[in-house]
Nanobody
Framework: RAQLVESGGGSVQAGGSLRLSCAASVSSVYSVYCMGWFRQAPGKEREGIAV???????SYADSVKGRFTISKDNAKNTLYLQMNSLKPEDTAMYYCAAAWRARCSLTGLGYNRWGQGTQVTVSS
């Protein structure tokens, strides 16, 4: 059974950086898959922030474009989210997710597996 485990969250001041990791035991189970990062702040709906398609294409939410970068190390079976120029409004629980298909969506619909999340707190 494919599993996703996030790490790398923490507290940082505005303007700082964090790199989230998602250890994904997916490639040993599924040959075609895509992955994404989502976040949810208290009292707010879940927001899709970055996706990585099977062919390496990426898509970002406008709120993080130019500041966040999604990438994957296939040798380590790990998905990353590099977050720079962090803002207090980036404070949320961050989740990675995987879908057993070639293209992913920022909507969050149709994902087959979700991680437990890692908290990111940005102070002003």
């Amino acid at each position: 059974r494919a599993q996703l485990v996030e790490s790398g969250g923490g507290s940082v001041q505005a303007g700082g950086s964090l790199r989230l990791s998602c250890a994904a035991s997916v490639s040993s189970v599924y040959s075609v898959y895509c992955m994404g990062w989502f976040r949810q702040a208290p009292g707010k709906e879940r927001e899709g922030i970055a996706v990585l398609d099977f062919d390496g294409s990426t898509s970002y939410a406008d709120s993080v474009k130019g500041r966040f970068t999604i990438s994957k190390d296939n040798a380590k079976n790990t998905l990353y989210l590099q977050m720079n120029s962090l803002k207090p409004e980036d404070t949320a629980m961050y989740y990675c997710a995987a879908a057993w298909r070639a293209r992913c969506s920022l909507t969050g619909l149709g994902y087959n597996r979700w991680g437990q999340g890692t908290q990111v707190t940005v102070s002003s």
